[in-house]
């Protein structure tokens, strides 16, 4: 067994400014900056970002500010500088099916090509077709076509006229028909009321005549018809030929003008194709004077129909996109259809197609937050089944969100080839894994962040760099050596170790800025320029930020100190000892000194914990407990079972209580109940004990120390005040310098144990003892005082089961 009595150079870890080679950090700019203490994670991630092969998207998991997501995007950017430009992805009308356009991939920069050549085309043709139907040639070869159809027709109606004549009939053409009259004596038109007055007889030629002309006029007609469908058809022929020339010569040359290999190019030549099928189909929009005919909104919507929507532009790219999305809605992730309002009814075609992240990011990296992902179930059950198929539908969000549409679309899916890398933490990592086995068949990469790493001199020297580029970044003036020993040494109090330092490099980015913000106002008081941050502004920074979240610190102590909690620092008290606690609120983390109390009486209730009894305990303090219970019997297992009741409270505690650290101070308070040795209520006690009576480390031994040394600092320091600690817990001491300036000048004291019966000659004067062959222990040491209480609690016991009758005893 042993009990130490800790120095002050065991206290904390003091990096030496010397140590760092470099008179402030400006020198440093030109190294690269280093995944920091992050090997594993760089590995994984470089192997993750660089396996070509599908399904091995990358998971990353870690703390927050721990670097993930800015150190993931800087290598997927390096990775992404020497990979190949991924092609352009246009949407195209389909003019078989409209509601389902067509997707076509170009190669980089021949999107915008396609779609600038197909608008200079359609601008040319609407100039250069009316210009070639308005030519003379045209015009010459139009009227041949016409006059010979004309003069068939003449000679038809002149033998039609003729006949007419015969029967005493005049006729005419009328706003497109044939009119006849009959004629009188003097071929004169005759009335109705003439025709009546005639005799009946000649009114009965009249009639037949009538009829007989009818038939010749529907003999006529029949006749033309045949005639003007020729004359129409060659017209159309005509107009055909003359425009298909031009057509065949501007697609031509866009197919000329798209030099490099297509891989869709047989979707391209077949849209040229329809465009010009369409285009033959319906010259009337570029016929001129046909602006009556056609209203000018017809026309343009029908023009729409040749454009190029380019929903995905990597003409300025160089090298793979790295995107990066921070709101990964459904309609930005995955795309959307817009729609716009025409007469109260919702309508859309294939040019309101917009691309979402996935699309653009295709050939190369996006980066995803899960946390994002999983408020919309449907955008985790979409990416699941993209992930699943390879292939990106761009539809409407679920029927439930969906807008009525006069016109809904349905576009071609595309395929997606893009790595995905996920940020999450490590209990949404383990939660996949065993809730959606999916999951990890798909993110086959875990980028594990750890949050702390070995220190070394490698690791300071890193840590420099990234204050130096830190500095330049937000143009913050540059750290002397000693500011940076100062942030080392914060690092390894927030790792809470003196071996190790902490990976959460966001809040050492913070105490930069506010270090640098103080020297700044520092330089600006004094009128110097220039000046480099210094150690006393990175403790100050500390101290302010200290001073900004510790009220609630501060109004415990003040309630210690006024004496509203009961908090004995000096004297000795049976039954009675000072534990340790650590309060966590959110942003604000400190300890405080607690007063724990234990009764003991002959009995067979056995060791009551009273906090469990109201439900205030938490099953972690609940298991410490029955260890201790277990172990007090181990002691004196030659008198098993104990004749023993007894009860152990944290006194003026109404939050609850968790966590096993007190199992040592309650085991004391218990044995100085049971032998009647009082404590030393100047030394407080903090550590988790096993079956075997072994001290476990425990959490937060910085923030208890402090909190204690703080109560005591109030109360005036005597110089018999200290804590008792794990001495497994060594290594995590980073103390505040005026703790360990107390300990130096013999203020204050920190004492560290291996075993719990160690700490028994220091709090209540007595060894503990060890036990002979019997089980006994010797005289004079504490567990022989509680062994002999044992014994008076069971004689006790014995005599209330067994009361003494009339009859005597005969020895």
């Not at 470089?46 to 800015?70: I, T």
């Not at 980066?367 to 059950?381: K, S, T």
């Not at 415990?556 to 000072?578: D, H, P």
């Amino acid at each position: 067994m042993s009990l130490s009595n800790l120095t002050p150079t065991q206290l904390r870890c003091t990096v030496e400014p010397d140590s760092l080679g470099f008179a402030d950090t400006s020198e440093l700019l030109h190294e690269p900056l280093p995944w920091i203490g992050q090997q594993r994670a760089e590995l994984a991630a470089k192997f993750g970002l660089e396996m070509a092969q599908p399904d091995y998207h990358l998971f990353v998991l870690g703390e927050v500010g721990s670097g993930r997501s800015s150190l993931l995007k800087q290598a997927m950017t390096a990775v992404a500088a020497g990979r190949a430009v991924p092609p352009d992805l246009c949407y195209l009308h389909n003019f078989d099916a409209p509601e389902h356009p067509r997707a076509l991939r170009l190669p980089a920069g021949q999107g915008r090509l396609l779609r600038s050549l197909m608008a200079e085309a359609i601008k040319r043709l609407l100039v250069e077709i009316p210009r070639r139907l308005d030519s003379q040639d045209f015009k010459a070869e139009s009227e041949r076509i016409s006059k010979t159809y004309k003069a068939d027709e003449a000679s038809a109606y002149a033998a039609l006229d003729a006949f007419a004549e015969a029967r005493r009939f005049a006729l005419h053409r009328e706003s497109g028909h044939l009119v006849f009259t009959l004629l009188g004596e003097n071929n004169q038109a005759l009335t109705e009321t003439e025709v009546l007055s005639l005799p009946k007889t000649r009114r009965t030629e009249i009639e037949q005549a009538e009829l007989e002309l009818r038939v010749e006029i529907t003999r006529f007609l029949d006749q033309m018809r045949p005639m003007e469908r020729v004359m129409n058809d060659s017209l159309a022929a005509l107009k055909r030929k003359v425009v298909t020339a031009l057509l065949d010569h501007e697609f031509q040359e866009i197919r000329t003008r798209l030099k490099k290999q297509i891989k869709d190019s047989i979707k391209l030549g077949l849209f040229l194709e329809q465009v010009m099928q369409d285009v033959l189909e319906n010259l009337a929009l570029f016929e001129p004077g046909d602006d009556e005919d056609i209203g000018q909104p017809e026309r343009e919507a029908q023009l729409a129909r040749y454009r190029v929507n380019l929903v995905v532009d990597n003409d300025a790219l160089h090298g793979a996109p790295v995107i990066v999305e921070d709101n990964p809605l459904f309609r930005s992730l995955f795309g959307s259809i817009e729609y716009q309002s025409e007469n109260d009814v919702l309508v859309t075609d294939f040019s309101r197609i917009r691309a979402g992240s996935l699309l653009k990011a295709h050939g190369g990296f996006l980066m995803l937050h899960l946390r994002d992902l999983l408020v919309d179930g449907l955008v985790w059950e979409k990416l699941r089944r993209l992930l699943r198929s390879g292939k990106l539908q761009i539809e409407e969000p679920g029927t439930a969100f969906a807008p009525i549409a006069a016109v809904s679309l349905e576009p071609e899916p595309v395929d997606v080839e893009v790595k995905i890398i996920l940020i999450g933490s490590r209990e949404q990592y383990y939660e996949l894994q065993e809730e959606d086995p999916e999951f990890a068949r798909r993110f086959r990469v875990k980028v594990d962040f750890a949050e702390s790493y070995p220190a070394s001199d490698e690791t300071r020297r890193a840590f420099a760099v990234f204050v130096s580029h830190a500095c330049r970044k937000l143009g913050l003036p540059h750290f002397s050596p000693e500011a940076v020993a100062r942030l080392l040494e914060a690092s390894h109090r927030e790792a809470e170790d003196q071996s190790r330092q902490s990976a959460i490099f966001a809040r050492s980015e913070a105490r930069v800025m506010e270090s640098a913000a103080l020297c700044c106002q520092r330089n600006a008081n004094a009128d110097q320029t220039n000046s480099l941050v210094s150690a006393a502004d990175v403790e100050a920074a500390l101290a302010a930020q200290v001073h900004r979240h510790d009220y609630p610190d501060s109004r415990m102590r003040e309630a210690i100190t006024e004496g509203e909690v009961l908090i004995s620092l000096q004297g000795e008290k049976v039954g009675q000892i000072n534990g340790l606690t650590v309060m966590e609120l959110g942003d604000c983390c400190f300890g405080l000194p607690v007063r724990i109390t234990a009764r003991t009486f002959a009995g067979s209730d056995g060791l009551l914990n009273i906090e469990r009894e109201v439900e205030m305990s938490g099953p972690v303090h609940d298991k410490g407990v029955l260890i201790l219970q277990h172990y007090l019997s181990a002691l004196f297992a030659h008198l098993a079972p104990l004749a023993l009741s007894a009860s152990l409270v944290f006194e003026q505690e109404y939050h609850g209580v968790e966590g096993d650290s007190a199992s040592c101070a309650e085991l004391f308070a218990l044995l100085s109940s049971l032998s009647g040795q009082p404590v030393k209520q100047g030394i407080a006690v903090t550590g988790a004990l096993n079956q075997h009576g072994e001290v476990l480390p425990v959490g937060g031994i910085n923030e208890k120390i402090e909190g204690y040394f703080r109560v005591c600092e109030a109360a005036g320091l005597t110089g018999s005040q200290g804590v008792l600690i794990p001495s497994r817990n060594l290594r995590h001491l980073m103390l505040e310098r005026r703790v360990v300036e107390a300990v130096a000048h013999g203020n204050f004291h920190i004492h560290a144990f291996e075993h719990v019966l160690d700490g028994a000659k220091l709090l209540m004067g007595l060894p503990a003892g060890e036990p002979d062959d019997s089980g006994e222990y010797p005289h004079g040491t504490l567990l022989a005082r509680v062994q002999k209480a044992l014994h008076g609690y069971r004689r006790a016991c014995q005599a209330n089961e067994h009361p003494k009758s009339g009859r005597k005893l005969v020895r």
